[in-house]
């Protein structure tokens, strides 16, 4: 089943989705910015967390975005910022993903198993993610552990909306009720024929929740209820840089430019995706 699924995500995504400008110019820059994260170490003989005397220095070629307030290299802090956001991007999503699927295809089991579980997707989609983040921060505290549970937490009822809407337009169609005639188990019906089935719109979230991820990351590090100093995050660098712009212009421009371009490319992919995948 898991390989049925990755087979059809593939196939759907490779023959179709990309053929959209906007996929490729949205997957262009989002691997661009990989690639930079990625590369950090080469790209900067700068530690992030080592401090220098030439505090709140301009651009220069020793260091191309100046430095902070410590005198740390800010090019490099930006880089491995990305790396920060990237990867509680590409390891909450997934895993609300996964949760969010799993309690969608349970809804489509039994009704009243469906109405305990729309109500619980109800209460969770009551709590924007600045405000589940607070309140996560609260629990756990400030830091990366509260902004990988937000994200996660935010796409569960996304991806287990998504999921027992499309079960339910599958579950008449030829194909299941050949299965079920055939004396098929729901279980195996569900997992094997309509999973698979309904993987486009799950992948166009997927995109448009990877861009989430990377704003949820910024606004709650920027309020000083996310990532907390002196860990590299973007919305941390955001954040600290308010106090400095009149010192050292620069100091903003890296974070907020990756910030953007990494929204910006994971919109134009999911976009891509929404017209190549779902629109034909």
């Not at 799993?102 to 989609?125: E, I, K, N, S």
């Not at 919109?267 to 995948?277: I, M, Q, R, V």
Request: proline residues 6%.
């Amino acid at each position: 089943m898991t390989t049925l699924v990755a087979v059809r995500v593939r196939r759907a995504v490779g023959s179709r989705a990309l053929r959209a400008p906007a996929a490729r110019w949205g997957l262009a820059l989002v691997v661009l910015l990989v690639l930079l994260g990625a590369a950090a170490p080469l790209l900067t003989g700068h530690s992030p967390l080592t401090q220098g005397t030439g505090a709140l220095a301009g651009p220069s070629a020793e260091h191309p975005l100046g430095t902070d307030e410590f005198g740390r290299d800010l090019f490099s802090r930006t880089l491995y910022g990305i790396r920060l956001d990237l990867l509680v991007a590409f390891t909450a999503v997934p895993l609300g993903a996964v949760a969010g699927i799993g309690l969608g295809l349970l809804c489509t089991l039994h009704p009243a198993l469906d109405v305990v579980l729309q109500r619980a997707f109800d209460v969770m989609l009551a709590f924007t993610a600045l405000i589940l983040g607070v309140t996560l921060a609260a629990i756990l505290g400030p830091g990366t552990a509260a902004v990988f549970w937000t994200v996660t937490g935010v796409n569960i009822p996304l991806f287990g909306r998504i999921t027992r809407d499309a079960v339910r337009v599958e579950k008449d169609r030829e194909y299941v009720l050949a299965a079920v005639a055939l004396g098929a188990r729901r279980g195996r019906i569900l997992l094997g024929d309509i999973l698979p089935n309904i993987v486009d719109p799950l992948v166009v979230q997927a995109a448009l929740s990877l861009s989430t991820a990377v704003f949820v990351e910024g606004a709650m590090s920027f309020v000083g209820i996310g990532v907390t100093p002196p860990t590299p995050s973007l919305g941390a660098l955001l954040r600290t840089s308010v106090s400095f712009l009149a010192d050292n212009p620069a100091y903003a421009l890296g974070p907020i430019t990756v910030v953007v371009g990494l929204v910006v490319g994971f919109n134009l992919l999911a976009d891509g995706l929404n017209k190549g995948l779902l629109k034909r």
